[in-house]
Each structure stands twice: as structure tokens, then as C-alpha cells.
């Protein structure tokens, strides 16, 4: 596995490989990052992972700073899923003086654009720019950022970028928690109580199965198991399009539910997606 730092690198490194899937990352890998790596690594042959805390994407006071990272035991667990090529830039290499060019991508009335404005912004701007970089075959997301997920799709319709994606499903802790880097914020107390995301997309997931289609009741057997939970404060529970994400206000058969509670400083966020696709 080769690890560079600088886009001049990957350049160098990139015509080694004929096919090259690519995951995107910031970092504090977890079994859902690998799972990704895996996906890349299975589908093309070769498999690159960028670790980038992504400065553009995060408000001024969020977790920009504090966000987790331990790049020696990030390396280990990338060779061990298969990455063939690892990516690790300083913000400095990504955003040199004088950068001023952003991608907006629109999607306004996506629930977590509308919670942390300019963050789509920020994630479109450096995927683009590390599909530039490391001009990958295929690439692969997960679900766990669903809005994330329909942001990129039309990044690379929009843009016409020359690759695949691929879209992997949500990696879970034993009790239903999606995992993630964040995770590693929480006290005992909140990991034990964050359960609540996932029993109470599985509600909505049963209650659908049972022939409900309204929005705004769906929407309710969500929040009242959310808000049974003292230490949870909700931020949003949402039914959007699955592909414009505009907010449902009428019965469907598919929706994307998602959801984003604070426990204390760290907010989680989780979804499901209803009916066909
Ligand atoms: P992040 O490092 O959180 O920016 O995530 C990098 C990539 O891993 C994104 O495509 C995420 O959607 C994906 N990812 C994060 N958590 C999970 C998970 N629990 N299951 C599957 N994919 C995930």
C-alpha cells in the first residue's frame, strides 16, 4: 500500500492502476469505512482512500478542531481492507492560496443543507476536487449520509464527471447504531441511549410496512420514541423525496426518513429509506 500526501504524488502513482475505486473519508476509520474500501477493492481490482478532515465543510463552531483522527492506526486498517493507494493531504495542499473556486449543489430543501448551511457546499467542492486528483474508475459512499449520497449523484450528473457510483449500505453496532467517527464522542451513557435512532426508524419502517403513508404520522411515531429519550434533543426528523429531497406533503410509497439528534455536543444522524427504489 502506498501512502502519499501530495497531489503531485497521486499523479505519479495513479497510471499503475487500470480501474481504481475510490472512498472518500475523513478519517477514524470504522468497520463502515471499510466496508466501503472492500466494496472499492472487489468492484475495480485497486482500491485509493483519502483521509481529509474536510475544512470547508464544517461551520464555525462545529467539531472541525476536536474532530477524531489517528492516521497510524487508519493506515493499518486500510491495508488490511484491501487499499492499495491512501491518500492523506494537509488542508494547505487542498486549499493553496488563493483557491476561491466552490461548487454549490443546489438541494436546498434537504433537511441536513437546511440544519448546517453550506456544508453540502464544502463536501461537493473537495469531492470534486478528489475525483480530480485521484481520477477513480468507480466510488463508492454509504447511505449512513443519505442526503450526502443524492448531493453527490448530482454532482457527477450535473458536472458530467466521468465516474460510477456505488452506494453501500449502513454499517451497524450490534444494538442498531450506525457506526461512525463520532461515536467515539459519546459518554456511556449517550452510546446507550442513541440506540434510540435506530428503534425509532424501525417503528417508521413497520409502521410503513403496515400500509401508513402519511408523512406527517410517520413522522410522529419517529419523534414520539425520540423524544421518550431525556438525554436525545432532536434536530429534525424529515420525509423528503428520495431524489430532490424536497419535503413530502402527501402520501407516497417511497421516502427517505432521516433523522439528527444532539446528545450533548454530538449530533448523530441516521435514515431509512421507505418503500421501493
Ligand atoms: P466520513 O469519514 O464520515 O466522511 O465518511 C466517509 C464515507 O464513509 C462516506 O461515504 C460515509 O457515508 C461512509 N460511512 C460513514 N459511516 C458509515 C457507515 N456506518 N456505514 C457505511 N458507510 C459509512
Known sequence: ????????????????????????????????????????????????????VNPTQFAPHEDLARYPRNLPRDLELAEAA??????????????????????????AHGAENAARPGHFRGVATVVAKLFGIMQPTLAVFGQ?????????????????????????????????????????????????AAVVLIRALRAAEAVFAGGERDPEALRRTVLDILVQ??????????????????????????ALLSLAVRFGHTRLIDNAILGAI
Open 82 to 107: 484491501g487499499a492499495d493507494l491512501v491518500f492523506t493531504p494537509t488542508p494547505e495542499e487542498m486549499y493553496p492560496p488563493g483557491f476561491s473556486t466552490f461548487i454549490d449543489p443546489g438541494l
Open 229 to 254: 429519550e431525556p438525554l436525545g434533543e432532536v434536530d429534525y426528523v424529515a420525509l423528503a423525496d428520495l431524489n430532490s429531497l424536497e419535503p413530502l406533503t402527501a402520501p407516497a410509497e417511497a
Open 144 to 192: 449512513k449520509d443519505a442526503e450526502q449520497c443524492v448531493v453527490i449523484r448530482k454532482l457527477v450528473r450535473d458536472l458530467d464527471l466521468p465516474v460510477t457510483l456505488d452506494i453501500a449500505p449502513t454499517a451497524r453496532e450490534a444494538d442498531g447504531l450506525a457506526m461512525s467517527s463520532r461515536n467515539s464522542y459519546l459518554t456511556p451513557d449517550q452510546r446507550a
Open 1 to 52: 500500500m502506498q501512502v502519499v500526501s501530495t497531489i503531485a504524488e497521486v499523479r505519479a502513482a495513479r497510471p499503475a492502476f487500470a480501474q481504481l475505486g475510490f472512498v472518500p473519508t475523513m478519517g477514524f476509520l470504522h468497520e463502515g469505512h471499510l466496508s466501503l474500501i472492500r466494496r472499492a477493492k472487489a468492484a475495480c481490482g485497486a482500491a485509493a482512500v483519502s483521509i481529509f
